[in-house]
């Protein structure tokens, strides 16, 4: 771990300074400070969900921000893996970015962030990703946004799924466990995440209010397939938070069960699964959903953001067998900019050669005879992991090469639907 900060932030004209500094999160110290953070930004409202803030802290490594002798704001990182094609990679999950009132406007969350990035590095995590709460504050720390989930919002007897399902089991918030064990087994492709402690689930499902659960177990009593949300209303609408399966078929299942609730349940939320595409397998989707919610039935966007850690390990994850394509690589990493002082960190930035194909590759250097792809590793994330195309980035972002050079990474990087289907 880095050793502690200490400087000196003047917070208005004619203030009197005050000390902070940047450490490691201390329990004893530092719990009913953050508590009181989360109560301040409305992340928690009632004594109920502020004793899971404990277990939430427990389950992973934090940074916090103090001043005056309490801690102001906390960066808080969960391990994990996202997949990569066939290959997991190695993720820090930023599972919490808080800052108090009084902390504001101070550069507080991006020091940490940077600081634990550089930590984490260090640590060989290969990729970072984070839920954001608005784009562009996190693009500062060379994070690029990610593919659009799409939710679904529908009546339930609307489902086009004719197929029988067994008699489910309750699941309940003292489940978290095998819920989590769920979410690790799950059937997942390109983009798909996993975060490490199951006290995060503990969390996640106690601070549902009005919790559901259906789910199913093998002859182990090992939970396969699940879903769990929170039901607002006698008639709805109940919101789908978590869903886990192992095979499609499984999935079917589950999307029968759904269907079953319609008895009473006039609608149903539901982030789109990974493995269909939802508008398949629903009656006269844009009639029936706008007579039952009065409002359209599909939203699309994007909530979370990720970026390269370790070059050389992420683009060596990439296999493309329909061609190859070599260029030299000029990257930058705006995190340095907001690295606290006495961090040596240099982020992903440099020169390399890199080579995608059937065999990826990335070495630092530069080949005079190759084009050169220069830009962000906000936007070289997005591109490395098929999010957007490099034509389109080079449109939208400071992503820059000869078109010939950009018509080529093109044609080469061809990959699966990007789908994360962990909320983090």
């Known amino acids: 771990m880095l050793d502690t900060e200490t400087f000196v932030v003047v917070t208005a004209p004619m203030s009197t300074a005050s000390a902070s500094s940047i450490r490691p999160y201390d329990k004893a110290r530092d719990l009913d400070?953050?508590?009181?953070?989360?109560?301040?930004?409305?992340?928690?409202?009632?004594?109920?969900?502020?004793?899971?803030?404990?277990?939430?802290?427990?389950?992973?490594?934090?940074?916090?921000?103090?001043?005056?002798?309490?801690?102001?704001?906390?960066?808080h990182i969960t391990g994990g893996t996202i997949r990569y094609q066939r290959r997991d990679l190695s993720m820090a999950g930023v599972t919490a970015v808080t800052t108090s009132r009084v902390a504001r406007k101070q550069g507080a969350p991006r020091r940490l962030l940077?600081?634990?990035?550089?930590?984490?590095?260090?640590?060989?995590?290969?990729?970072?990703?984070?839920?954001?709460?608005?784009?562009?504050?996190?693009?500062?720390?060379?994070?690029?946004?990610?593919?659009?989930?799409?939710?679904?919002?529908?009546?339930?007897?609307?489902?086009?799924?004719?197929?029988?399902?067994?008699?489910?089991?309750?699941?309940?918030k003292g489940d978290f466990e095998a819920v989590h064990a769920c979410m690790i087994g799950r059937l997942r492709g390109h983009g798909g995440v996993t975060l490490e402690s199951p006290l995060l689930l503990k969390c996640e499902l106690g601070w549902l209010g009005t919790p559901f659960g259906l789910g199913?177990?093998?002859?182990?009593?090992?939970?396969?397939?699940?879903?769990?949300?929170?039901?607002?209303?006698?008639?709805?609408?109940?919101?789908?938070?978590?869903?886990?399966?192992?095979?499609?078929?499984?999935?079917f299942e589950l999307l029968?069960?759904?269907?079953?609730?319609?008895?009473?349940?006039?609608?149903?939320?539901?982030?789109?699964?990974e493995h269909v595409q939802f508008q398949d397998l629903l009656s006269q989707p844009f009639r029936n959903t706008m007579k039952a919610t009065g409002t359209g039935f599909h939203h699309a966007a994007s909530w979370f953001q990720l970026r390269v850690l370790?070059?050389?390990?992420?683009?060596?994850?990439?296999?493309?067998?329909?061609?190859?394509?070599?260029?030299?690589?000029?990257?930058?990493d705006p995190a340095v900019d907001h690295l606290p002082d006495g961090v040596d960190w240099s982020g992903t930035a440099g020169n390399f050669v890199v080579t995608l194909g059937t065999k990826s590759g990335a070495e630092p250097g530069t080949d005079a005879a190759l084009p050169t792809l220069s830009g962000g590793v906000g936007p070289f994330t997005r591109m490395l992991f098929g999010i957007r195309p490099a034509s389109v980035l080079a449109a939208t972002t400071d992503l820059e090469a000869p078109a010939e050079l950009l018509d080529a990474l093109d044609a080469v990087i061809h990959l699966p639907s990007f789908h994360v289907g962990w909320d983090f």
């Open 33 to 75: 400070a953050i508590t009181r953070v989360w109560r301040e930004v409305g992340w928690i409202s009632d004594d109920d969900e502020a004793a899971f803030v404990e277990p939430f802290f427990d389950a992973g490594r934090t940074l916090v921000y103090e001043q005056d002798g309490a801690a102001e704001s906390a960066c």
């Open 216 to 251: 199913y177990r093998d002859d182990d009593g090992n939970l396969t397939h699940f879903v769990y949300g929170e039901a607002k209303d006698e008639n709805g609408p109940y919101e789908i938070a978590w869903c886990g399966y192992q095979t499609v078929d499984q999935l």
């Open 310 to 332: 370790d070059l050389a390990g992420c683009v060596g994850a990439a296999e493309f067998p329909g061609g190859e394509v070599a260029f030299n690589l000029d990257l930058h």
């Open 256 to 273: 029968a069960l759904v269907k079953s609730l319609g008895d009473q349940v006039h609608t149903v939320q539901v982030m789109e699964p």
């Open 114 to 172: 940077a600081r634990m990035l550089a930590e984490e590095a260090a640590d060989g995590m290969q990729v970072a990703g984070l839920g954001m709460f608005e784009q562009g504050f996190y693009d500062t720390l060379g994070f690029g946004t990610g593919t659009y989930d799409h939710r679904f919002k529908f009546d339930p007897t609307t489902l086009l799924v004719d197929r029988p399902f067994r008699v489910p089991s309750r699941i309940g």
